[in-house]
């Protein structure tokens, strides 16, 4: 491609976030980065800092220190619904949809809200159902699905607002690690489709090893190893934390 007319990935970038709780550094001087196209996994035991990460990224808490940047734009204190209509959109754990919906009707609301047409909506809403493996269950309400299904479909209704970042909790908890792979696979698929920037939540070192492209390590609040999943992997602090003495 021309140099001159090659087109510079988005970033999403926090630098130096930090976040304390009645005196717990929950993230203590974060700096973090996921390119448009990418995915990034954010790993460490419980209560290292990967959710309040999340919640800082997508404007649910704001940072008492650091900055968060969408290319230019400063995103530290802009709220999480104009962050949203700038294309940084987050899941939950939990799954959040709408119950008396169908899977399909959940995915085209959601399609529907992002601004596209009646066919189009229809047309994405197909696409993200039958790559995350919905089809099944494309005509049932979300409340009668099993709660792995809901977390799916709340991925789908994610995809559909065509994020330029999508922050993803979790989504392959509950599955074995087969399906895990899978999904974040899919996701995968469409984040480079689309050069969306995925930053995904896993507790899972094995499942993140072979469908992230980058790995980001946090360890009580700070990070503790960044980059390539093969060099992390060996990363002396990361075997320490993952399979030393402390586990
Ligand atoms: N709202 C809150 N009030 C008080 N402490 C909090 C709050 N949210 C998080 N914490 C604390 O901050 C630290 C980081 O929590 P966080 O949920 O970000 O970790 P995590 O890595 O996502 O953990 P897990 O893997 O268990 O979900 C923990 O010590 C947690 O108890």
């Not at 988005?10 to 196209?37: N, P, Q, T, Y």
């Not at 980001?216 to 990363?235: N, Q, Y």
Request: overall charge positive; proline content about 3%.
């Amino acid at each position: 491609m021309d140099v001159a007319t090659a087109r510079r990935p988005s970033i999403l970038r926090m630098a130096g976030g930090a976040v304390h709780f009645d005196g717990v550094k929950a993230v203590d001087g974060v700096s973090i980065e996921v390119r448009g196209g990418e995915v990034v996994g954010l790993i460490g035991p419980n209560g290292s800092g990967k959710t309040t990460t999340l919640n800082l990224l997508s404007g649910m808490l704001r940072a008492s220190a650091g900055t968060i940047h969408l290319d230019e734009v400063d995103l530290t204190r802009m709220s999480m619904r104009k962050r949203v209509r700038r294309g940084v959109v987050r899941t939950f754990q939990s799954g959040r949809v709408f119950p008396r919906l169908t899977v399909r009707e959940n995915v085209e609301a959601a399609a529907l809200g992002s601004g596209l047409g009646r066919g189009s909506a229809r047309t994405l809403s197909d696409e993200l159902i039958g790559e995350l493996g919905l089809g099944e269950v494309a005509g049932s309400r979300a409340e009668n699905l099993t709660a792995g299904r809901v977390r799916i479909t709340a991925i789908a209704r994610a995809l559909a607002c065509r994020p330029r970042f999508l922050l993803l909790d979790e989504p392959a908890a509950g599955q074995n690690e087969s399906e895990a792979v899978e999904l974040i696979r899919s996701i995968r698929g469409f984040a480079t489709d689309r050069d969306c920037g995925v930053l995904l939540v896993e507790h899972d070192m094995s499942v993140v090893m072979n469908t992230c492209d980058r790995l980001h390590v946090l360890d009580g609040g700070r990070t503790v190893a960044e980059g390539d999943p093969a060099e992390v992997r060996r990363d002396p602090r990361v075997i320490e934390i993952y399979f030393g003495k402390r586990h």
